[in-house]
């Protein structure tokens, strides 16, 4: 299909046949998503509902866009993040498949707010979320369209996080599933795909050798734990800060120092906010980093570092590579900042690598499915995916690696579901 004529606010249509070729690579290496699509194609499952997306704008994303359509909905998209969107992935879904998308790379607060609009100005059926942006807004601004909403999806930890919070207030006044909940997402997604792509995006934005360095990774979740063995694994002498004894526990019995976060500043070479959290590295820390110390985030939100803190501290700035800023605090050390402390991986690197995408995206795609097909309204709650989907999930994948289970007998099912059987 070529069409020009679907609303769209984006970069430049003229980029739209590099963006095709990279979401046909990021395809072949989606199966799962690939066998959906092609039974949703034949039993149209989403027919007749408008879905608006408001996630990252990549490769991957459009495939699951081609998903939706290809399932019978009309479908819009947006950015979850201003520095996330690909433009030429973003020129290619409208021009080449039809797709509504309102997202510029780099977009200001504002424009970043009036496409959330745009994406809830269809009146959708289904909305999808990585990190609420969407459901918060329909909330606080937009609450004449909760009746028509089956229902919203969330993606990422702190979507959920947040969603939870509303829940136990009593605010949440749709039904919300969480994919992040689902173990095929966040076992794979938040620790492979985020492991591999911020160490990706560090490496992009500065070119520096890891080997040898002090990696600070700073909350040791899903996300942390696979920063931290990606780090590791190129050398890196990881150093954890975390706040959950377990957790802590769970990082020095993988081999890595833990420290709190005043002892950790000052040894730092490299640092990795993946906490969900604010501020968790804040003035103090920075004023005791070394010279040319480096700092990023790869959590949700850009609030993890204390920017207004640093820029208090700081007597000039200049950015000195693509992606690095570099402030100069009064005593002459220097701070690199990457990525404007949003989200490394998507800002410097290309986000999550589609093979583990394939099965965050399966996940969204079925979660709709269930939302689509809800003929009595869920429960104005946070809800699974449940476990047989994700199950079938980890299938379909493990079959499309060419890797092959094991069965059970019928005497081991029976030895394991009795208790009479002993020594
Ligand atoms: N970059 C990406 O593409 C990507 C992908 C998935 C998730 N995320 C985001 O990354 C963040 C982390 O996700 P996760 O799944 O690992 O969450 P998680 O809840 O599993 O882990 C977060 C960890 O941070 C710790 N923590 C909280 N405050 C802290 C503090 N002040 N100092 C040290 N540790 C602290 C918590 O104890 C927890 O162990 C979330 O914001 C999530 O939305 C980003």
Redesign the pocket.
């Known amino acids: 299909m070529s069409t020009t004529t679907v609303p769209s606010d984006i970069t430049n249509s003229r980029l739209a046949p590099a963006g095709k070729l990279r979401i046909e690579w990021a395809d072949q290496h989606m199966p799962v998503l690939a066998q959906i699509r092609k039974r949703f194609a034949q039993e149209k499952p989403l027919s007749g509902l408008r879905i608006s997306a408001c996630l990252h704008v990549t490769c991957e994303t459009a495939n699951l866009m081609r998903t939706l359509q290809a399932g019978g909905a009309e479908v819009t998209l947006v950015a979850s993040n201003p520095l996330s969107t690909q433009d030429d992935v973003a020129a290619s879904l409208v021009d080449d498949y039809g797709i509504s998308v309102f997202a510029r790379r780099g977009e200001d607060n504002e424009t970043y707010y009036d496409h959330l609009k745009s994406a809830l100005d269809v009146h959708p059926h289904i909305t999808m979320d990585d990190?609420a942006d969407l459901v918060s807004m329909l909330h606080k601004d937009r609450t004449e369209l909760i009746p028509e909403l089956k229902g919203s999806t969330e993606e990422?930890?702190?979507?959920v996080n947040r969603l939870r919070a509303m829940a136990r207030d009593g605010a949440l006044k749709m039904p919300v599933i969480a994919v992040?909940e689902s173990e095929t997402k966040?076992l794979f997604?938040?620790r492979y795909?985020?492991g591999q792509?911020?160490i990706d995006g560090i490496i992009r934005a500065t070119n520096l050798l890891l080997a040898g360095k002090n990696l600070v990774v700073?909350?040791?979740?899903?996300?942390?734990k696979g920063v931290a063995s990606r780090g590791k694994g190129l050398g890196a002498n990881v150093i954890v800060?975390?706040?959950?004894p377990v957790?802590a526990i769970e990082a020095l019995m993988d081999g890595h120092r833990v420290h709190s976060?005043s002892e950790a500043a000052p040894i730092g070479d490299i640092f990795v906010t993946?906490?969900?959290?604010k501020h968790?590295i804040r003035k103090k820390h920075f004023n005791s980093m070394k010279d040319g110390a480096i700092v990023c985030n790869?959590?949700?939100?850009d609030v993890e570092l204390d920017l207004p803190g640093l820029r208090e501290l700081a007597r000039e700035d200049r950015e000195v590579r693509s992606f690095v800023q570099e402030f100069k605090l009064l005593d002459g050390r220097r701070i690199n900042v990457l990525g404007e402390g949003r989200?490394i991986?998507?800002a410097a690197a290309e986000?999550?690598p589609a093979s583990v995408m394939d099965m965050s995206f399966a996940n969204q795609a079925l979660a709709a499915e269930i939302l689509a097909k809800s003929t009595e309204r869920m429960p104005n709650v946070v809800h699974r995916v449940p476990e047989d989907i994700d199950r079938e999930v980890a299938r379909l994948k493990l079959e499309s690696m060419g890797a092959t289970l094991e069965v059970l007998t019928p005497e081991q099912e029976k030895y394991i579901n009795t208790w009479e059987e002993g020594t």
């Open positions: 990190g990422t930890t702190t979507g992040n966040h997604d938040n795909g985020t792509s911020t700073v909350g040791y979740g899903w996300c942390g800060v975390e706040i959950n957790r976060m993946v906490t969900g959290n968790v790869s959590g949700h939100f989200l991986n998507l986000g999550h």
